[in-house]
């Protein structure tokens, strides 16, 4: 029967040598990863909030202006409404139909300072008419 083999005297303290030399890496990935998380939370949640004030700015003899409110509504105790910065609802004609348009400007939350700092999500929707 051999002898359990034993670490050699130069390997001692190694452990912690690459422990030091990994974990900074694995923290970088990690913030990374919730990065785009986030950022990908907050473009959904814009995205739905546009496209909701858009259906309720485009119904017959409604308001455009309620759209804006009904996306400020929808973002409303969300992460995403603290990041907005502006909400334009707008007339427009595109391929000959008239349409409404509602655009959000935001910020994106940044853990660091690579990436984009701005975002902007547009919602249309077909304006009803009689």
Known sequence: MRA???PAADDRGSAVI???LVAPLLALVGLAVLQLVLALHVRSTLTAAAGEGARVAALIGVDPMMGERRARDVLEGN???DAVADV???????RGSRM???TIDARLPLLGMLG???????????????
């Not at 334009?88 to 595109?94: F, G, N, T």
């Open 18 to 20: 690459e422990f030091v």
């Open 88 to 94: 334009r609802v707008s007339q427009v004609v595109l």
């Open 79 to 81: 992460l995403a409404a």
């Open 116 to 130: 984009p700092r701005v975002l902007s999500v547009t919602g249309h929707a077909v304006q009803e008419s009689v």
């Open 100 to 102: 409404i348009e509602v």
């Open 4 to 6: 359990p083999l034993r």
